[in-house]
Nanobody, 115 residues
Framework: VQLQASGGGLVQPGGSLRLSCAAS????????MAWYRQAPGKQRELVAG???????NYADSVKGRFTISRDNAKNTVYLQVNDLKPEDTAVYYC??????????WGQGTQVTVSS
């Protein structure tokens, strides 16, 4: 099973994007879906997470601007990113974790915020 991330692109400051991450097949017992990002020269950081109880967590830098959601039937997680800033420029990765300890990573989608 592979995760396919999409939806990135070049946007101006203040713009919006909707990132998607879909699994190519069925993944049993997903208990956590998340988005991470990695900017050049920086470590990968958690941006947003969503657990099986619909609880969410966000990095302080994106609270109020980013929203994580999912479609269980499609094994897909989304990240709505609004009011983008140049410092949001990064490669965004999705991650699925299962209750059995399996972890799946997507290949990343580039988000560039520039005027």
């Amino acid at each position: 099973v592979q995760l396919q991330a999409s939806g990135g692109g070049l946007v101006q400051p203040g713009g919006s994007l909707r990132l998607s991450c879909a699994a190519s097949g069925s993944i049993a017992s997903i208990n956590y879906m998340a988005w991470y990002r990695q900017a050049p020269g920086k470590q990968r950081e958690l941006v947003a997470g969503l657990d099986s109880g619909e609880r969410t967590n966000y990095a302080d830098s994106v609270k109020g601007r980013f929203t994580i959601s999912r479609d269980n039937a499609k094994n897909t997680v989304y990240l709505q990113v609004n009011d983008l800033k140049p410092e949001d420029t990064a490669v965004y990765y999705c991650k699925f974790s299962t209750r059995y300890g399996y972890i799946y990573w997507g290949q990343g989608t580039q988000v560039t915020v520039s005027s």
